[in-house]
């Protein structure tokens, strides 16, 4: 079985957001990077998939060089080898188109990918993908098993989940808990550095998206806890300084 | 994620100030790379978060116990030791033959350090990778065999054993005794007290280390050989058996409660074997080699500890609104201000990051010494081992003793919610204060610094030291803003040689009392001196940094330079009131006699 993991090379959750260049630039300056938390999800089933089935998983991550250390971590996590499409990834129809693009020179069994990166969450990349190739998708995948041919999986709906079975290949976007997160070992990491990462230029994509300015949502208020029993100080306070009743 | 140590600080360090790539040009550590260095503490930091951290308050509140000679350890840490084990943590540093992938000893401190401030309850690990490190390097090809891959898997776990009820600090004092059989092992019978992890069931096995005297051996220190005593040993048939190794006693200790501390009973049926390690009698210079990467490992922990009580007192005080600025107290109809405004409050703050990232730069600094005095050969590593050798102690005794203040520090931040149950900082002062005790208090690291460390070779370890910081200044002086800080460390170091050749004399007379009676003055003054040294460094890297980035603004590196300032004019003054009293010819302590203490 022959299985694309897509990563997205994503800000720490903790680390702190501005802007640069008249808010027209992210400040990378000081910030970790991490691999998306819903990638890491993908990854890790895909490692446990593997394992089970044999096969390869390959992973691929549309971004520039800065990219190379999660790309790197995913192949000491158990991916065989790595692809990185060489270009800054504009939005979501961009990245989409070029993930297509790979995904249609060889033939993998299953694409998997988090449910949406955390940093711009747009969550319709995986969707896109299917588009783009034809096949289907589906998203947000809980629990995913391989028998033979057939995926059988169990996505999250409104009130509940839904267990589905559909015949690979398909595009799946993954949350928690398909597995759990898995942390390189040091013989992973070592081998990690023999593994091949492949550097390929990115296809051109028309219509992309032009970036105007970013903006930080306002600061959250102060918290203050007002004792049960005093209700009406409560309401006093909605009305006067929150002004909201 | 993590809210115990700063990453950020931690990869200046590594990257910014140790240039901790540079390792990798060596040989012995070309398969590394900074990808690799990342990944590792990345791996680190998962485990600390998922296995360690969220268990710091639980493993403290549910202690060992000892039942019918059995003792349970907390459930979570079998499921820590396990992850690490397979993780290939433990011997990370190990050579490649011994099943370890050669890690700098730089990372892997920082690794310590991660796992420390996470939860320095479990402290299971350094033994094991301490006692599986003294086996690979003097241990018979058997033993290592034998024991380390089960000690590196994490299943089996391994102690030092050296304490004995009348032979704590006095080593020369042990009376375990080792009696030789005829196919070659020893039949051992003793006491040992304090032994760290000494008997637990997370574990398949435990291995200990440990000191004693074969039968015969001469007295004093000359007649003390090591040994591998295993709980359980390996029988002829493959199978093992109990090794009269008896938990006898626990210790309810104020802090540190993850780990027992276990008082154990050897050959008390006749029936305990242990296996000698390298040749008869040379017991303490192998157990020294562990003792000295254990002593920067306890320095570790009082930094890791008081990293962690840093970072919870300043999230505290940033929201913790209480009273009105000093210059506001009349406007009472004004909202309270964040504590954090408080200049008190800053100092405060700001004394325990100074303690905390100069403690972690000095402790880097002796790890990156240990990882080339390994690869380098001739006069540059002797070089290298003396001045590690010289700021061993120091790196102990720093971190440990200004990291109890340090966390008293940040529990005053609290006030009286510091001292309760609700906040971390009441287990983390509790859990600290061990730390200027373990492995040498810090009254035998004073005298082991001034004593032996400032006149080997007659004083080239600090010959070396002083041209290591000339460096430092000569680089400082480069820039403006650092100028007066070099010009002031300058002269700190003058007033270290100034103490040093006004004691000497004492030693040279044969009057060792006199000339050591306030070797943890020296220490103290000496320790302040060296981590003003490496705050100096912190401050190059960082205007480096800033003059790189030009108009984009980074708060890290003003916090930096802020803070080394801080040091300077909070801390390194207290240098002169120390010389003061080192230099003073009233020798109170000498000629008290013990009638008059009352």
Sequence with gaps: MKILVCISNVPDTTAKISFTDNDTKFNKTGVQFIIGPYDDYALARAVELKEQHGGTVTVLNVGESESDPQLRKALAIGADDAIRVNTEPTDSYFVAAQIAHIA?????????????????????????????????????????????????????????????????????????????????????????????????????????????????????????????????????????????? | MATYFSRRNLDFLLYEVFHATELTKYPYFEAHDRETFDMVLDSATHIADTLMYPYYRDVDRNQPELKAGKVTVHPKIKEFLTAVGDAGLIGASFPFEQGGQQLPELIGSCMGFIKMAANNGMMYIGLTSGAANLITTFGSENLISTYVPHLLSGKWQGTMALTEPQAGSSLSDITTSAEPLENGSYLIKGQKVFISAGDHDAVDNVVHLMLARIKGAPKGTKGISLFVVPKSRLTDDGTFVDNDVASTGIYHKLGQRGTPAMHLTMGEEDNCYGWLVGEPNRGLNYMFQMMNEA?????????????????????????????????????????QTMIINHPDVKRM????????????????????????????????????????????????????????????????????????????????????????????????????????????????????LFAEI?????????????????????????????????????????????????????????????????????????????????????????????????????????????????????????????????
């Design chain 2, 295 to 335: 002593r920067i490992g306890v320095g570790m922990t009082g930094a890791a500890i008081a990293s962690a009580a840093y970072y919870a007192s300043l999230e505290y005080a940033k929201e913790r609104p209480q009273s009105r600025r000093l210059n506001e107290k009349n406007l009472l109809d004004s909202p």
């Design chain 2, 349 to 464: 703050l700001l004394f325990q990051k100074a303690v905390v990232e100069g403690s972690l730069s000095l402790l880097m600094e002796c790890a990156r010494l240990s990882d080339l005095v390994h690869v380098t050969e001739g006069e540059e590593k002797e070089n290298y081992e003396l001045l590690l050798d010289l700021l061993t102690p120091v790196a102990k005794t720093f971190p440990t003793e200004m990291g109890v203040r340090a966390v008293s520090e940040g529990l005053q931040v609290l006030g009286g919610y510091g001292f309760t149950e609700d906040f971390p900082l009441e287990q983390m002062y509790r859990d600290i204060r061990i730390t200027p005790i373990y492995e040498g208090t810090t009254g035998i690291q004073s005298q082991d610094l001034l004593g032996r460390k400032m006149t080997i070779k007659n004083g080239k370890a600090p010959r070396l």
């Design chain 2, 470 to 598: 000339a460096k430092t200044l000569e680089e400082a002086q480069t820039y403006d803003e650092l100028k007066p800080y070099a010009e002031r460390l300058r002269k700190e170091t003058g007033r270290i040689q100034e103490v040093t050749a006004s004691l000497l004399p004492f030693a040279m007379q044969g009057n060792i009392e006199r000339f050591l009676m306030d070797a943890t003055l020296y220490m103290e003054m000496f320790g302040i001196v060296t981590v003003a040294w490496q705050w100096l460094k912190q401050g190059i890297a960082a205007k480096k940094a800033q003059l790189t980035l030009g108009d984009t603004e980074d708060a890290f590196y003003e916090s930096k330079l802020h803070t080394m300032k801080f040091y300077f004019h909070y801390e390194v003054p207290k240098t002169k009131g120390l010389a003061t009293r080192l230099l003073d010819t009233e020798v109170l302590t000498l000629e008290t006699g013990k009638e008059v203490i009352l």
């Design chain 1, 104 to 245: 249609s020179q060889n033939s993998y069994d299953l694409i998997l990918m988090g449910r949406e990166s955390i940093d711009f969450n747009s969550g319709v990349v995986h969707g896109l993908v299917g588009e783009m190739l034809g096949i289907a998708s589906y998203s947000p995948v809980m629990k995913l098993d391989i028998t033979g041919n057939e995926a059988k999986f169990a996505r999250e709906i409104d009130g509940g989940k839904e267990h589905l079975s559909a015949a690979l290949p398909l595009v799946l976007g993954c949350q928690e808990p398909i597995a759990e997160w898995k942390i390189p070992n040091m013989r992973g990491i070592m081998t990690a550095r023999t593994k091949s990462l492949a550097v390929v230029e990115p296809v051109s994509v028309d219509d992309s998206t032009v970036l105007e300015k970013y903006a930080l949502p306002a600061p959250k208020g102060s918290c203050r806890m007002i004792p049960a029993e005093e209700a009406e100080q409560l309401i006093a306070l909605l009305k006067t300084e929150a002004k909201v009743l």
